[in-house]
């Protein structure tokens, strides 16, 4: 696969003719619906499918249109599809694959009959595929991104911030805060050297595995890109996240390469021949060669990308660090444990301690030496003993990139899986006891003085976090419910960040021991650190500071050298050595972390309304995502901005961004004491400002510059189960 991704061209790719005709040379216009049959037929299409809507009431909205009689003729439903299609140049690829989710039949696999790995035949006996999957192509995609002046504007964000960031860089020879992911040093000294462009078009690839169904087997494999050209307020929106793929479950893909390899191969091959791209804001045609600068994923799947042997591993790191694990005698499970137990001396982890904060990265040359002494293996023996020596399974299909960041800098890690569940997880775990005791190694639950979230403690623990969730605003989003009752009931990951870094310091106070509660509390402080969408630098290695003192501190009191604890130090304790590293390096970490995938699972599996075949119909609603998002760049008033207030409700424009919303009282109400107090006080440095403090007009709601509404306590107190908006800083 990495020899046929090198020499990709588009004529090797199974897009059909006018398709790669109309990449190379796009159209150098833009789109106008003026037909009002066409235009209504799109707008009836758009929004009668979005959603969990299904494709028949569109038919059903025609056939009742079609009833009146003076009614005009509306496209039906191929035919509109059909028309979108053509506006776009959207479409999708498809290539057959093993009915067991072995392989797919492409690249060097593309003209086999059988499965390699488990014989099934490709086809049934009327020679149709057995089951196909859907790439949809990142070129089309990109394109209609440019084809109005408003989409092509949103394009331009990268080059304009780019020049910002190089201008500071060149005044103070570095950066003190960083605001976005083009701020990380990956970016700017790729910029700065020239490898990347101001027109060309960098991307994020992110997979992660679903299952759409909670009581049937229904997993599947999902890939997006994500448009780093497009503003961060913007760009994980589900109207500008770009498709990829849609691989069919319900088992895992045992060569995942031949999955990725088309949209792989479709990138290379505009990354050599370059994307040709009508801006629609300059009216000029230009060349854009796209940039991959990370390939995103969890623990389970990113040995998927990078080849390595997972987190279990003896080199179970994914960053290109060189640090090596340690296990229990005659286990083979590797933990992250940096101190050295008593009386250790299993061979291959003798190793002394180690400082959490001291990470040695591999270099390039050092991970192709590997590769090839992986690679050069004579025989099953000799392999296993190589892949434990370097930590990996194969090489990365991605050696067949070019246009990449380095492959020791490609597969960052995951704050959302990490600082989210992991973390909150392990700790949860350990105060509650609930962590395996390895007796046979002489360890005794006794001593776990740390184990104090059990029985009534627990329960009335939960039920005073699950009593917090009305002090939560609506834009906090998922509020912690009562833990002890639903914390293996799909508590979501948002439930676990407001918990663990929101409430939980607070709660534990005078239950956990203060030892550990103050060693919790710095954890806390650099998570919140890690968690902003920008951080200062000064920040970071405060952050970096704390998680150093943190992880060595982790494993004195609650490891305590102890053989029978190091699975106590799974590999996400050794993650947050990489926070604030990786945040230097490719900007604040929450803007590439794995939200938005999930976020897309999420959206594309609640459209689904075809129960007995949930992937095809998963397939279909991807392109048509992808298919409505490049109409709606390239007309613009098919999704017009919403507007800030309603325009038939009452409002008042504060300036600066605040607007006082309805409902408000509808005469003049004379102000409490209190409330003149408060008025009088705000008004004390304003000369001559003639408020009268005794007759006001109350409003309800508050809409903030961020776009959050507070509310005042005039309306929220009516009802008892409103979660409380009114603290506003």
Sequence with gaps: YIHALRNSSLDDSAMAEDDIERLRNPLEEEVTLNDPDERYAVDLYISLTDGDTSDESYTKARDAYHRHPNHSEILSLHSVKRKISDITGITSIIHDMCPNICHAYTGPLADLDNCQICGEPRRDDSGRPRLQFHTYPFGPQVQARYRSPKAAEEMHYLGREMEFVAERIRASGRLSQFDDICYGADVWEEYERGAIGPNDTLAILSMDGAQLYKNKESNCWIYIWILVNVSPLKRYKKAYIIPGAIIPGPGKPKLADSYIFPGLQHFIALQREGLTIWDASTSATFISRPYLLLATADAVGAPAFHGGVGHHGRRGCREGCIRIGRRKPDGSHYYAACLKPHGYAVEGCTHEDVD???????????LLESMKYLVASTNATEY????????????????GMTRRSSLLRLFPGDIMHLLGLNIPDLFIHLWRGLFYCDTD???????????????????????EIGEARRFFPGSF??????????INSGYKCWEFIHLFYGILPGFLHGIL?????????????????????????????????????????????YVRRKISRLHFVPQCMHGLGHLSPSTIRI??????????????????GAELRQPSNPFANLAKRALRRAQVNGLKAMVPDLAPDKSIVSAIMPSQDLGDGYYLLHPRDTRVHLATPAETDAIMAFFTHIENHGVDSTNITRWARLRLPNGHVARTAWKEKANATTREARNVK
């Design 384 to 399: 296993q003993r190589r892949r434990l020596e370097t930590g990996y399974t194969r090489p990365s299909i991605f050696w």
């Design 587 to 604: 900007g604040p970490l929450p803007l590439s972390c794995q939200f938005p995938i999930e976020r897309t699972i999420g959206d594309l």
């Design 356 to 366: 959490p904060a001291n990470i040695n990265y591999s270099t390039e040359e050092q």
């Design 477 to 486: 989003d998922r509020p912690p419910r009562n833990p002890a009752e639903k």
């Design 513 to 557: 021991p203060d030892l550990y509660w103050r060693h919790f509390c710095k954890l806390v402080t650099a998570a919140r650190i890690i968690f902003q969408p920008k951080v200062h630098r000064t920040q970071l290695e405060f952050a970096c500071h704390l998680l150093r003192q943190f992880s060595y501190e982790y494993e004195i009191i």
């Design 441 to 463: 190694l002489g360890d005794n639950k006794n001593t776990w003085e740390w184990v104090v979230l059990v029985g009534d403690v627990w329960k009335l623990l939960g039920k």
